[in-house]
């Protein structure tokens, strides 16, 4: 993932049904050669994958900001338990004290058990 692996945010682009991109500043981790992100299942990424897995990626800021060029990739809802697992350990790992004070607040904000994860190949 030369160029995608070692920034802190990636801007995820789906398409909606008419075609229209929409970007989105993401946290993720590399594991076994595939970007894996979180996020809750309801979102509207989320529903744009299960309609269609073409998405783009490129290195961005906090904000969106794009910070390198945008790659075409292959996009998949995960289902996997322990895969999930994985993921989840990661970004703790790579994220720390954000991370686990957004699992906080999405226990308490009833959202934990409602997420969803997505693999990135590029």
Known sequence: MTGLGDTRYLSLATYRANGAEVATPMWYVVLDGALYMGT???????????RSSRARVAPCDARGGVKGRWRDATARLVDDPELTKRIEAALVAKYGWQKRLLNLVARFGGRIGRRAWIEIRV
């Open 40 to 50: 809750t299942a309801d979102s509207g990424k989320v529903k744009r994958l299960r």
